[in-house]
């Protein structure tokens, strides 16, 4: 079949770039409305994997539902791809790890459609129950079957929960509303909301198999909950029990559960989810599909209009969010961060991330130093160092420090695995010393050398969303860390500016602002005779271009001058 395409926005933004969102399933529009003014939103139902391999190189972000595989090919050919957003809960159709290898943020709605899978679990509960699609069935076709199709009720029955996460707990409600005993199986669970919820936790899935009427489970599909329920518990269970899955497809072994309900080991089943969805023909999941006693839905769960406006507008909020390089609040595979932190913490991202490229471009040039194989310690002052969660100061310094030698794309999301690949060990230090609030909100670098080069310092600060560099190394100076910058290092003497200016004017290089940063008094007692006690300085020039070697050597070589290190920040 043709994949059909809508584009709902196509228009450029002006300049150029404009992300670019790749939706291959159905999503409800009241969160694409959301993206249409800021992104390119290509609405393309029915790609086949090979198509969604060979489209998605062009797209910033994916939005996904169950169908959609993601898998490793698709994240690969994926360059451009900042976000995978899976408009539900479960991600067990999207390759978490090559994501976040790759840096790729996954995002999902935890709670937008739980309600209706639990409303869903108790539908099939009473459907399977009281024969509702058998009858319905029997009826379409002209029959009148009223004996046959007797039920049983669920008051007073005991319904076994296994998983009572979200939709678990919801589902153990509305049993209570409808008068069962419940009894849950969950080792994660909170015992004081069972409690509340009327709920008796157990320890093992063995101890409520003899006694419940009805079980159903809500856990994900995990390597621990494949095959959760397999021949040998169905034999445990009582031949009236009906079983129900509005979970995942693998989570009672299906080819037992023809088995059960052939050998009338157990009466019947309400099933939701496949291994394979559709389910093959011949197939354990077909037969199951088919059988008499069960009842059968196509992945129904999450499908109600309430859950479908939630779960969009809650992903494509998040999507939004993070392509204009912010943070999502429910990323699979990122910390989480509430917005207000967020907020406090930005520009101190950006500031760290140019001390780190600092660090690599100017230290490892002029002191043939490393980035690799160090380790460097980040100190908050002042409100920062109240922060807890300083993850993404983390992430910025790793990604200024590699920016320079390496492709990767760094973020939160991958931030540490990269720096351990490179062998950059950082530590955090909240420091609330009193001497340290000459500004509100400070942050110092250091690295720490193994190899004998000593200890290298940076240190910044912001200021009405402005950023400045107080100290490099042993010099005081304040300066906006942006652009293309020269540092020189020379004896302070005069007629330094003018040699200087003179080598660039003669190149045609404008200076946008020039600094002379002084030792620090420690420094300037300490200096060692050769240099000059006290009569060093490092100017700071910032160029409207990048320039090149001839203009260095021709720097290097005015009088005076002890180095000359070219940045682009
Ligand atoms: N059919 C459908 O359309 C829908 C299906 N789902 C699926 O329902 C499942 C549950 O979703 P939520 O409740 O939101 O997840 P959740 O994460 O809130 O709850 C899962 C619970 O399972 C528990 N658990 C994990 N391993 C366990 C084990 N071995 N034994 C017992 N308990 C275990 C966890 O402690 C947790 O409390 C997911 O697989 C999700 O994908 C969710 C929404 C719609
Ligand atoms: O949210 C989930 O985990 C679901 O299974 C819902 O799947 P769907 O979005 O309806 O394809």
Redesign the pocket.
């Known amino acids: 079949m043709a994949p059909m395409a809508t584009s709902v926005s196509t228009t450029n933004n002006v300049g150029g770039i404009r992300p670019r969102i790749l939706i291959p399933e159905k999503i409800s529009p009241d969160g694409l409305a959301m993206l249409e003014p800021h992104f390119d939103v290509d609405v393309k139902l029915g790609l086949t994997h090979d198509e969604l391999i060979a489209q998605i190189p062009s797209y910033h972000g994916l939005i996904v539902r ?1 169908e959609t595989k993601v898998t490793e090919e698709v994240l690969l050919a994926g360059r451009k791809l900042r976000v995978v957003a899976r408009a ?3 991600v ?1 159709n999207i390759n978490v790890p090559t994501a976040t290898s790759r840096g790729i943020i996954v995002v999902n709605s ?2 937008g ?2 309600l ?2 639990a409303e ?1 679990t108790v539908a099939l509960l009473l459907a399977t129950a009281r024969n509702i699609g058998r009858a319905d069935g029997s009826l379409k076709q002209g029959g009148w079957e009223r004996s046959k199709l007797v039920g049983i009720e669920v008051g007073r029955k005991v319904l076994g929960i ?8 919801n589902v153990a409600r509305m049993a209570k509303g409808l008068g069962m005993k419940v009894v849950a ?5 909170n015992p004081d909301m069972a409690r509340q919820a009327g709920v008796d936790l157990v320890s093992d ?1 063995k101890e409520i198999l003899p006694i419940v009427d009805f079980l159903t489970i ?5 390597a ?2 494949l095959d ?1 329920v397999g021949e040998a518990e169905f034999k445990s269970m009582k031949k009236t029990a009906r079983v129900l899955n ?3 497809g693998g989570v009672y072994n299906e080819a037992a559960l023809v088995k059960a309900l052939d050998e009338g080991w157990i009466a019947g089943a309400g099933i ?2 496949f291994t394979s969805e559709p389910p093959k023909a011949d197939s354990a999941a077909g037969q199951i599909a088919r059988h008499p006693n069960v009842v059968a839905t196509p ?5 109600t209009v309430e859950a479908q406006e939630n779960v969009s507008i809650d992903v494509c909020t998040q999507v939004l969010e993070i392509l204009r390089g912010g943070l999502p609040t429910s990323a699979v595979n990122a910390p989480i961060i509430l917005p207000e932190e967020y907020r406090k913490v930005q520009p101190f991202v950006q500031l760290v991330e140019k001390m780190g490229r600092l660090y690599s471009q100017h230290f490892v040039r002029t002191k043939g130093g490393l980035v690799g194989g160090r380790k460097f310690e980040l100190i908050y002052h002042g409100d920062l160092a109240g922060m807890s969660n300083t993850k993404p100061l983390y992430a910025a310094l790793v990604k200024g420090l590699v920016a320079s030698f390496s492709e990767s794309h760094v973020n939160i999301v991958n931030a540490t695995m990269i720096a351990k690949e490179k062998g950059i060990i950082i530590s955090e230090t909240h420091s609330h010393q009193p001497g340290d609030l000459s500004y509100a909100n400070l942050v110092t670098l250091k690295a720490h050398a193994d190899d004998g080069s000593g200890e290298q310092v940076i240190q910044g600060y912001a200021s009405d969303k402005r950023l400045y560099i107080s100290k490099l190394d042993r010099f005081n100076a304040t300066f906006t860390p942006e652009g293309t910058m020269i540092f020189l290092h020379n004896y302070d003497e005069p007629g330094k500016i003018g040699g200087v200016g003179m080598v660039l004017g003669s190149h045609g290089i404008n200076i946008r602002f020039m600094q002379v940063a002084s030792l620090d008094e420690e420094s300037k007692q300490g200096a060692p005779d050769a240099v000059k006690p006290g009569n060093e300085a490092l100017m700071i020039l910032g160029i409207d271009r990048p320039v090149d070697e001839e203009v260095m050597e021709g720097l290097r070589r005015s009088e005076g001058v002890l180095d000359v290190v070219l940045v682009q920040l």
Do not use: E, F
């Open positions: 169950s539900g809960v479960g067990d935890p709670s459609n739980i209706a899978a869903h296994v998983g009572l996460g979200k939709v678990g707990m199986v969950d080792p994660y669970a899935l809500h856990t994900p599909l995990l621990t909950t959760l509005v979970a995942r939701d989810v992945h129904l769960g999450a499908s």
